[in-house]
């Protein structure tokens, strides 16, 4: 983001930068600070790929940390952070879509105009896109991609914020994609996912069925602990799951 952009955005959302002159002086970093005090994210003058967010499109991500059963905390990967607010986003029936779905097609430069196109992969690489991280321009919109053209790295267990690619039974080539946003109580991976019943929404997945497997982005540390054991215990926040499409 340049820095006349910042200012103009600054403006809009009442946290006065001084002159729009493109200059980072210290009236920008004062205005961009408190604009982050507001959202509750660290009073520093660090334009991150989460603040972009919230500034561009008013989105206001996560906790940085979630909390773990043991009272210890864990950091959350920004693209789950992400995640987490659009929950709840829904397809629109009828001739209508989603902007924000058509919004993630365009920025993804995929061809698609409309919610119907099954768009899992979609949500999910603009969620990492957005978190400042490059994703393969092949594949973009297949939930089976990064395996099919092995980007990331393969995690041998689930890690909160990887990347859970699972097989769709008794179909080739097809699939579903979804972050690891924790588990339950019964040993599942609770998966944060778009086009999970049609809208963005927590849903239980066995964490081996379906040849399940785990990929991490490129680009962002390694996670410090992966298993069952390292995610919190988190509640579906959902019915039961009918549509993954």
Same mark, same amino acid.
Not at 30 to 40: E, M, P, R, T, Y
């Given at each position: 983001?340049?820095?006349?952009?910042?200012? *103009?955005? #600054?403006?809009? &959302?009442?946290? /006065?930068?001084?002159?729009? +002159?493109?200059? +980072?002086?210290?009236? *920008?970093?004062?205005?961009?600070?408190?604009?982050?005090? !507001?959202?509750?994210?660290?009073?520093?003058?660090?334009?991150?790929?989460?603040?972009?967010?919230? #500034?561009? +499109?008013?989105?206001?991500?996560?906790?940085?940390?979630?909390?773990?059963?043991?009272?210890?905390?864990? &950091?959350?990967?920004?693209?789950?952070?992400?995640?987490?607010?659009?929950? %709840?986003?829904?397809?629109?029936?009828?001739? !209508? @879509?989603?902007?924000?779905?058509?919004?993630?097609?365009? $920025?993804?430069?995929?061809?698609?105009? +409309?919610?119907? *196109?099954?768009?899992?992969? %979609?949500?999910? /690489?603009?969620?990492?896109?957005?978190?400042?991280?490059?994703? =393969?321009?092949?594949?973009? $919109?297949?939930?089976?991609?990064?395996?099919?053209?092995?980007? %990331?790295?393969?995690?041998?267990?689930?890690?909160?914020?990887?990347?859970?690619?699972?097989?769709?039974?008794?179909?080739?080539?097809?699939? @579903?994609?979804?972050?690891?946003?924790?588990?339950?109580?019964?040993?599942?991976?609770?998966?944060?996912?778009?086009?999970?019943? /049609?809208?963005?929404?927590?849903?239980?997945? @066995?964490?081996? /069925?379906?040849?399940?497997?785990?990929?991490? =982005?490129?680009?962002?540390?390694?996670?410090?602990?992966?298993?069952?054991? !390292?995610? =919190?215990?988190?509640?579906?926040?959902?019915?039961?799951?009918?549509?993954?499409?």
């Amino acid at each position: 983001m340049k820095t006349r952009e910042l200012q *103009t955005l #600054l403006l809009k &959302k009442g946290f /006065n930068p001084g002159k729009i +002159d493109g200059e +980072d002086g210290p009236k *920008t970093q004062a205005a961009l600070i408190a604009f982050k005090q !507001s959202i509750g994210f660290k009073p520093r003058a660090y334009l991150g790929p989460l603040t972009i967010a919230a #500034l561009r +499109d008013g989105i206001v991500a996560a906790p940085a940390r979630v909390q773990l059963n043991n009272y210890r905390s864990k &950091k959350m990967p920004p693209w789950l952070r992400l995640a987490y607010s659009f929950l %709840g986003l829904r397809e629109i029936k009828g001739k !209508s @879509h989603n902007k924000k779905i058509i919004g993630w097609w365009e $920025a993804l430069r995929l061809p698609f105009r +409309d919610d119907e *196109t099954p768009w899992c992969a %979609g949500f999910m /690489n603009r969620m990492v896109q957005k978190a400042g991280l490059a994703i =393969p321009a092949k594949y973009r $919109a297949a939930a089976l991609g990064w395996r099919w053209n092995g980007y %990331g790295t393969k995690l041998s267990e689930p890690a909160l914020g990887a990347i859970m690619i699972m097989e769709r039974p008794g179909k080739p080539g097809s699939g @579903h994609t979804t972050f690891v946003a924790g588990r339950d109580h019964k040993g599942n991976i609770m998966g944060l996912g778009g086009n999970q019943s /049609n809208r963005v929404g927590i849903n239980p997945y @066995h964490p081996t /069925n379906r040849k399940a497997a785990y990929y991490w =982005p490129e680009g962002y540390p390694l996670p410090d602990s992966v298993g069952l054991r !390292s995610l =919190p215990v988190i509640n579906s926040g959902g019915g039961k799951l009918k549509n993954e499409a």
